[in-house]
Every structure is written in structure tokens, then in C-alpha cells.
């Protein structure tokens, strides 16, 4: 018999994903004050939990569209970040879907539930092995939570691939029943280089997220199943794109997950067990130091 994930997991693969997703995408970008007043409204009624107190502009009826309430910033003092270099942060607020070694190449999704790291990142395999065996953590961001995806640590990008794919929920529901769902849905890999080693962020897309964007590219779209790759990103200078630790790099519009991959032996994580609540910037582990 079947539960109500599994139903829902169901009718997943029946609705037509992506138009349902650029209609609400075109509702989600209007500036039309009624519209983007009653979206506005009717979302903040279905999440009452959504904190305004942090954000910059408080009012929800001032931003310009849903979009801009739906990826508001939030004041300095909001998420203060712990000037140690030693310490990774959380990219983002939301909740620890898994965390652990990667074993084999494969990735825990849920109890159920792994997938093939080669999946998650469809390129050459001298990208992915770095990680092979490594450590990786699963951040799911709920619909009331910040929505800005920050740094982890101080990186230089050195590679990124946009992959077009599904549109699934994922939600814990969904991650529980959908199969290798991380490695089916659209998503942006982020590659990077640090003084303490490579480290890669993988954006994930999913049911209803108009758009993944970036403060250097802007949003990606997809462009059927060809994937978007950028072997040398640039900013609009010309020089290379570097990163502080803890600054904005990119943003959900409406919700999805944040994997980050670190390789063996790089960072020490600390207390990241399903369900655990971490919020954007606040430590959730170290570099570990070499003897």
C-alpha cells in the first residue's frame, strides 16, 4: 500500500515539472503590485514561521516582486560570521538532510537511499575522484528559510556546470522515496580552489524553483539537456573570481539543497546529524590540521 510520500512521489512524475515551474516562475518575477502582494501573502500564511525581523526591509509589501521578498538580505548582525580560519560555515540556513563519508564513490541520500558521486557530477573523472572518498553534507533549504547561498570557505572558482534535469521536490518526504533524486534534478556544480585544498558545491533544483542564481553569472536557465559548462570563469574584467569566506555566491529562487564536498581527510565535522537545524555562517566543523 502505498503512503502519502510515496503518492506524492507519484504525482511528481505525472505533472508537467518545468511548465508548472515557469508559470509560477513568470508569477513569482511579477511586479504587479496585486500579484506580487497576494503571492506574497498566501505564501507568508502557508510559512508562518518566515522571520522578518531579520531582514533588512521588514515589510513584506515593499519588495518589488516575490522574487525579491523570496531572496531578501538580511542585516549584517543576522548571521555574524567567526573571523577563524580554521572554521568551515554552513552555506546556508536550513536543515541536515545527511552527512558523512563518501563510501566507494557513493553518496547517502537517505536510509534508503545513496547515489553514484560520478551522478551528482557528470564530468571527467578527474574532478570527481578528488572526492571519491571524501566527506560531503546535505543542507535542505525550507520554504521559510534565507535563501542566499554564502561561502563556505575562501575559494577561488575554478569550473562550473549547470545540468538540466528533473524538477522533484526535495523535501525529506521525496529524498526518503525518489531514487537517486540529487542526481536527476537540475543543479549547479561549483568547483573551487583554497590554501587548504579543492572543495565543490553542488546547487540543487527542484519542484517550482524558478531559477538557480549567481553573483557572477546571473540566473541559468536550462537549454534542454545540454549541459552549461565554463572551464575558466571570469569576472567581467577578466581576472579570476575569488571568494571570502561567508559571502554571498548564490541564491534559490523558491526553495531546494545545498550539497558541499570536501576530500578525504580535509575537515572535521562536527554533531551533522539528520535533522539538525544550521544556519547560514555559524561553524559546522574544521580544517584538520596536518601533523
Known sequence: MFSKAHLFAALQGIIPQRLLS???GRLAASQVPWIK????????SMFPRIDMSDAIEEDPKAYASFNHFFTRALKPEARPLLAKDELVVS???GCVSESGPIIAGR????????????????VGPEDWLTYANGDFTTIYLAPSD?????MP???RLVKTVYVPGKLYSVNQATADTIARLFAKNDRLIAFFES?????CMV????MIVAGIETVFHGLYRSQGSELLWNDNPLDQNGDSIEFEKGVEFGRFLLGSTVILLTPPGAVKYEGLVPGKVVRCKAPIGEFIQES
Do not use: T, W
Not at 553518496?107 to 557528470?122: I, S, T
Not at 534565507?146 to 554564502?150: E, F, T
Open 22 to 24: 515557469q508559470f509560477v
Open 37 to 44: 502582494n497576494s503571492f506574497i501573502q498566501v505564501f507568508h
Open 91 to 93: 552555506p546556508a540556513d
Open 107 to 122: 553518496v547517502m541520500q537517505a536510509k534508503k537511499h545513496d547515489y553514484r558521486l560520478d551522478e551528482l557530477l557528470p
Open 146 to 150: 534565507y535563501h542566499r547561498v554564502h
Open 153 to 155: 570557505m575562501a575559494g
Open 195 to 199: 590554501d587548504k585544498g579543492p572543495f
Open 203 to 206: 546547487l540543487v533544483g527542484a
